[in-house]
């Protein structure tokens, strides 16, 4: 009897109980089990991939294995997603929209609203609560970005991990990206390394060995109890990591530039049936250059970036196509239902107008610069560098469609592709369903599915019922007319409305590669289209429909206040603000970490950013001198590093791996019990990018000095961390390689942020954000 009230009750015990186990009978519990007939259930989300990519849908990359299940199952042309991460993840896995889970963005941008805070709640349940609570095993590989930053360290509270959301296990990364090469591991809980003894791991390669190895355990273990896996990579979201055989493939592809490739695109989707014979291409917006504008050094620096971005697409394609592989080689095929999402949203902007080689500057409103960039166009792709596309390449891949991620108010931003396949089930195979979905419809499709009953109450607490609709209904009659009436998007102000086969949509404020500035609201511009009759957006009928464009700005506003989408709030870069989020830390100024705290999350440690302030650690030096890092955070991309080598003393301060400042001893450290220590004097405190002054002392003995001109303002990675004792993941210094653990004794460090005030922190949150807004 399944109930929806879980968890459900302990087996009853049925047996007699006399004086003795002679005059008594024993009852064998029957173990529970999954309703019959619940299929195995395979979930994969790639990120950050536009509906005119993947080759199913029509685009330039080829993926096999996508194109393998489609052909088994079903294509859907009109399922949509939010238009971002974190919010797609949270309504993909809870059934509710994303403001309604409290993820109105990512959790990096959380503020104090109910919509937006980041707080997932226990009134809307995981769909891995509700499949485990019914026996399923469930697990959950690769990216895990819906726990809020403070969250993430090992104070915990653990219920807004993957293992408090009803996964009985994880392996992956938190956060909303992470260096494939070197990516910051957690299994379950536990922060773990990469094998550093292994020079072409890969991230997207160990997921899938990890979920064939679990899949295999967990049927070794309990044959007959079905699973639900959650297979998320990182890929296809910047940076673009893969090995250049796999962007080797697709040399030259691209020399036509993106002007040409969205027509190809366009093209190949209608001969495929993918878009009606009819759909209109809509045109390059004027702030995105022209092929034709580009140097000759540009089209081959952007040319190479999409090819690394085609072969890093076709990789992890793959991955997903050796996990299927394994499920159809232990005899699991027919009872898998594998849900195929191509993007939590459309393509990525965030490389801006001319692509980077690190993604965390260019958020930060400072463009690369080609004629470097080119200098190294044999090395994108690789472990050096964090590379992202121009936004060229992203307007393509969202083919046919206006706009890209982030925005909300156009099917660029929404409209990804989505393949569902269950051999068992499923009969018009290779068949196209159109009816308009979203991903808030995948958690009630699962539940029907495996026979489960939506829960009322899940470990004590009311459920908000879950607002999605099961789009099962449509796999055996492609005319059967959707049930989706209406669905609502916002993201960072940009908003729409569908209804009926009506779609109105407000492009607001900045562009998506701008990464700070208000707009007025009372300036917004509406849109309106009949998506019946123009599939792509193309033609705008607001003046020719003023009644109807009212009714749905008027309809907006009541789902908006329905579902926690008001207030509205444009700001991106701006949220970033620590003080307009919890925080352990706030109000300490003097931090003391023994030696092996490692992979403490950047958010979590002092923040010593443009500020004065001493780094200082306790030591024991043998006979024969030390060497390793005493203390560092960061990465590859950026960061501090304060270490032992040759016998002296360093400071590094890491500039987007593009400018290093060091300061050395000028002597060797001496054996013995020191306090090593290195005191930063900032020239402008609080003011964003500001240089200084290193000294670096010996017990109270001047050892060394030097000058910086400039440091990274916000934070150095996505994902990277604070370190004693050695240096996780990737290296924030050129002159070491990980983990390059200290080989004397640390008793403690100490670091002390003292002459830092609140003020001069919140003054560079501001300065940060102007510098965006005046360099984009």
């Not at 299929?39 to 950050?48: Q, S």
């Not at 990675?717 to 990737?730: H, L, R, V, W």
């Amino acid at each position: 009897m399944f109930s929806d009230i879980l968890p459900l009750p302990e087996p009853r015990f049925k047996g007699r109980i006399g004086s003795t186990f002679a005059d008594s009978e024993a009852d064998v519990i029957a173990l529970p089990s999954a309703p019959p007939g619940a299929p195995n259930v395979l979930m994969v989300l790639l990120d950050d991939v536009g509906f005119g990519q993947a080759s199913t849908f029509g685009g330039p990359v080829d993926t096999p294995t996508l194109q393998r299940l489609a052909d088994s199952g079903l294509r859907y042309n009109r399922f949509h997603t939010t238009a971002l991460c974190s919010p797609t993840r949270a309504a993909l896995l809870s059934g509710r929209n994303h403001h309604s889970a409290h993820t109105g963005c990512i959790t990096e941008l959380a503020t104090g609203f109910p919509g937006y805070d980041g707080q997932w709640p226990r009134e809307a349940a995981c769909v891995a609560e509700i499949l485990r609570a019914n026996e399923y095993a469930t697990a959950a590989f690769g990216k895990w970005h819906n726990t809020p930053d403070h969250e993430l360290g090992a104070g915990g509270p653990y219920d807004r991990w993957p293992t408090g959301k009803g996964f009985d296990y994880f392996y992956g990364f938190q956060g909303g990206e992470a260096n494939q090469w070197r990516t910051p591991l957690f299994e379950n809980t536990a922060p773990i390394e990469m094998p550093h003894d292994q020079p072409n791991w890969h991230f997207s390669e160990a997921i899938a060995d990890k979920a064939i190895g679990w899949i295999g355990q967990q049927k070794a273990a309990a044959p007959d109890k079905p699973f639900f896996i959650y297979f998320a990579p990182g890929a296809a979201h910047a940076p673009h990591h893969v090995a250049k055989s796999w962007a080797d493939k697709y040399k030259g592809n691209f020399d036509h530039g993106w002007d040409r490739q969205r027509e190809l695109t366009c093209e190949r989707q209608k001969q495929l049936g993918l878009i009606p014979m009819d759909t209109k291409l809509t045109p390059r917006p004027e702030s995105i250059p022209s092929w034709e504008s580009c140097s000759a050094d540009e089209r081959r620096l952007y040319a190479r970036m999409q090819e690394v971005f085609a072969g890093f697409l076709e990789h992890v394609d793959a991955q997903v196509g050796r996990l299927v592989d394994a499920i159809e080689a232990m005899g699991l095929g027919d009872d898998t239902l594998i849900v195929y999402m191509v993007g939590d949203n459309g393509p990525s902007a965030e490389g801006t107008l001319t692509g980077t080689l690190n993604v965390m500057k260019t958020m930060l409103g400072l463009p690369d610069d080609v004629a470097s960039m080119v200098q190294h166009i044999d090395e994108i792709g690789g472990p050096q560098f964090e590379n992202h596309y121009p936004v060229g390449w992203c307007w393509a891949g969202s083919s046919p469609f206006q706009w890209m991620k982030q925005v909300a108010s156009h099917f660029g931003g929404t409209r990804n592709g989505l393949v569902v396949s269950w051999p068992k089930r499923i009969t018009d195979r290779g068949g196209l369903r159109s009816q308009f979905h979203h991903a808030i419809d995948i958690a009630p499709t699962l539940l029907e599915l495996a026979g489960i009953p939506q829960p009322r109450e899940v470990d004590g607490v009311p459920q908000k019922p879950i607002e999605g609709i099961s789009l099962a209904y449509t796999f055996d009659d492609a005319a059967v007319p959707g049930r989706r009436v209406t669905q609502y998007f916002e993201m960072f102000g940009n908003r729409a409305l569908y209804h009926d086969g009506w779609v109105a949509g407000c492009l607001h404020g900045r562009a998506p590669w701008v990464t700070a500035g208000s707009a007025s609201f009372d300036d917004d511009k509406w849109e309106l289209y009949n998506i019946e009759q123009d599939f792509s957006q193309a033609s705008d009928l607001s003046a020719q429909e003023p009644k109807k464009l009212r009714e749905l700005q008027d309809l907006f506003m009541a789902e908006a206040a329905k579902f926690n989408v008001l207030p509205l709030d444009d700001r991106f870069a701006e949220r970033a603000d620590p003080a307009l989020k919890p925080s352990h830390l706030r109000g300490r100024t003097r931090f003391v970490y023994p030696s092996g705290t490692v992979r403490v999350p950047e958010r979590s440690s002092p923040y010593t950013k443009n500020v004065h302030h001493t780094i200082a650690a306790e030591v024991d030096i043998p006979e024969g001198g030390a060497e390793g890092v005493l203390a560092c955070c960061g990465g590859l991309g950026g960061g501090f590093t304060v270490f032992l080598q040759d016998g002296k003393l360093h400071w590094e301060h890491n500039y987007y791996n593009e400018a290093r400042y060091r300061v050395s001893s000028t002597g060797t450290i001496p054996a013995g019990h020191h306090v090593l220590s290195a005191e930063i004097s900032v020239d402008s405190p609080g003011k964003f990018q500001t240089g200084g002054e290193v000294t670096l002392r010996l017990d109270k003995e001047k050892i060394g000095e030097g000058r910086f001109e400039k440091q990274i303002g916000g934070f150095y990675t996505a994902n990277e961390s604070f370190d004693i004792g050695c240096d996780t993941c990737s290296p924030v210094s050129d002159r070491y390689e990980t983990p390059f653990t200290f080989t004397g004794t640390i008793d403690r460090v100490i670091v002390d942020v003292s002459e830092a005030t609140f003020d001069q922190l919140a003054a560079q949150h501001e300065a940060m954000a102007r510098m965006a807004m005046a360099t984009q």
